[in-house]
């Protein structure tokens, strides 16, 4: 709280995890290429104050991004942590609260199974963790985000 009220801190986000369960052995995650950091990044939305609201707004947000319906989504609350690293998009190091999701899609379109896919002029990407390990971009920019879901 501390840091908060010194607005030392950025607005909450919480990420959203959603793997490739539509394959027999799911081990690729879901990112979509974002255009103000330059890097492919795991879903995210900016965080409600209450936890059912919240849910409710991501579930909301993952219906209309990837055009599934909210029934078909089940969420779990994995954990919500706070860490200070480098804003590459505002050039100073900063204080971050994340919630972090995991997201159960059934009935993804067809479509959404390819490796890469456009919905919304958003392009995403399913990778693997050791892919992403080997984007120096993710890892400049995101590392600690990557390490958190390892």
């Known amino acids: 709280m ?7 801190f950025t607005p909450p986000f919480s990420i959203v995890v959603v793997k490739d369960e539509f394959n027999k052995y799911p081990d690729r995650f879901l990112v979509y290429y974002d255009t103000r950091w330059k890097c492919r990044l795991f879903l995210n939305y900016h965080t409600q104050d209450n936890p059912e609201e919240n849910e409710a707004k991501i579930k909301d947000g993952l219906s209309h991004d990837l055009h599934v319906e909210e029934s078909d989504i089940k969420m779990d609350c994995k954990d919500v942590f706070l860490h200070k690293k480098y804003s590459y998009s505002d050039q100073c190091e900063k204080w971050y ?10 009935n993804l379109p067809e479509s959404e199974h390819n490796d890469t896919f456009e919905l919304g002029g958003r392009q995403y990407y399913w ?7 080997r984007d120096q971009t993710i890892m400049k920019k995101n590392s600690d985000i990557v390490s958190y879901v390892k």
């Open 2 to 8: 501390e840091i908060k009220n010194q607005n030392e």
């Open 97 to 106: 609260e994340h919630t972090i999701y995991q997201a159960h899609i059934s």
């Open 127 to 133: 990778m693997s963790l050791a892919e992403m390990e």
